[in-house]
């Protein structure tokens, strides 16, 4: 993890640019803290990092209020980051199928959604590993983020993930499904209800299946990006309940 | 409302018993407020004020250190009040029908609630009048409560109901469903996603079926009496949010 950049934000946040490799991200810590920090990885939507920033600013800046850092980076295959192979033709295919009213069909969803966790999975870990190598960085890290298929595979694969904050609202492979059973940390899920183009009933069967003994599901009404400040508050509080407590 | 007794909890609210007609009920209220402060309608679940009575306390003191007043009272047919005209019967059908593994048909779920929903209902209304009348209780007010159905007629009838907290979790009759669609106040729905004896996936169309712009549905992991106390304090902020800002 090289820094690139460093700047202030007017609430005392420090904002880091850096680059892990070829990957870009960023990373956002807290103004001062006496005790090291939670880390939360902040996954972004798949819309890359710089579309996505004033969202991610926005959330890291709230962690940062509660003591926590938070980092993100450019998802593979997003940004300036190579395209993956067959995701162009696997987005076609989805188009087609949507267009002509077809189902989506499994082969269409692992296509689609399953080269993206096999890359980004590895790749947050590498980030973990760094961050907690930073000074003033430790305790048990969080994972916040967009395509809840990776960070399914994530909670299930990583044991320094200590909670998660889910954001249903994508396509889900069958695997994952699979996956769900073996997360047991528990898990905070966001559920858009009227999220155009996303399966509600493959939301709340990816939330059924997960092992946790703790797991929330948060519903409310509206489309994709509509999720309302208090949801986002619930959340935060959620992290605050699990990592914190951890600490001590 | 004739008060009978009124003692002092250690927090300094004041719990003091009445009677309604012949109904009992109980009044807390905040140990000093210097405006008026919104009444919640705290409906019990169907047990018996008795034997729901801690649980009833517990919300009610959150509820007041937050400055709100909360008023219970038996339901009909429950505690000493008259059994309700074929409760005995529609209860020893829902049995038969379970330990046959047979389905629970729309007739015994009519006969089971809709006597209860039609005579609940004018009984909140009526505590409502009179809440409304005492010096230092105004403003908007909310419902919080066990049997659904309740809540959810109270909620299409009543105006002076501004925010609904609901808890999911018993039979739902059809037409409480088409009544759902009358609703427009912001709602709090609370499942319990392995409620023994409960149809989750009733509870889900109900949510689905609100006509209410802000709703929100929090499903936790656990039984019917399993509601984590995070989810208890999420409910209480929905009224902050709803019931205060109004106030103003």
Chains 1, 2 share one sequence.
Do not use: C
């Amino acid at each position: 993890m090289r820094f690139t950049s460093e700047r202030l934000l007017d609430d005392g946040v420090v904002e880091r640019e850096f680059i892990l490799g070829e990957i870009p991200g960023i990373l956002w810590t807290p103004a001062s803290a006496s005790a090291p920090v939670s880390p939360i990885l902040l996954s972004p939507p798949p819309i890359g990092l710089r579309r996505a920033y004033p969202r991610l600013v926005g959330r890291a800046r709230s962690a940062a209020a509660q003591g926590f850092a938070s980092a993100t980076i450019e998802l593979p295959g997003y940004g300036d980051r190579p395209r993956l192979p067959g995701a162009e033709q696997a987005a076609a295919d989805l188009r087609r199928a949507l267009e002509a009213g077809e189902p989506v069909t499994d082969e269409i969803i692992d296509a689609l959604v399953l080269p993206l966790v096999e890359r980004a999975v590895p790749e947050w870990q590498a980030v973990l590993d760094d961050l907690l190598r930073l000074p003033g960085i430790g305790g048990p890290a969080g994972y916040s983020g967009g395509v809840i298929s990776i960070g399914t595979r994530l909670a299930a694969v990583e044991p320094r993930i200590s909670a998660a904050v889910l954001f249903a609202g994508s396509f889900v492979p069958r695997v994952i499904f699979e996956e769900a059973r073996q997360v047991t940390v528990p898990l905070h899920v966001l559920l858009q209800w009227d999220d155009e183009g996303n399966d509600r009933q493959a939301a709340l069967d990816l939330f059924d299946a997960y092992a946790s003994e703790e797991k929330t599901l948060h519903a409310n009404l509206g489309g994709h990006r509509g999720v309302p400040q208090f949801a986002g508050e619930e959340a935060e509080r959620f992290f605050v309940r699990h990592l914190r407590r951890k600490l001590r």
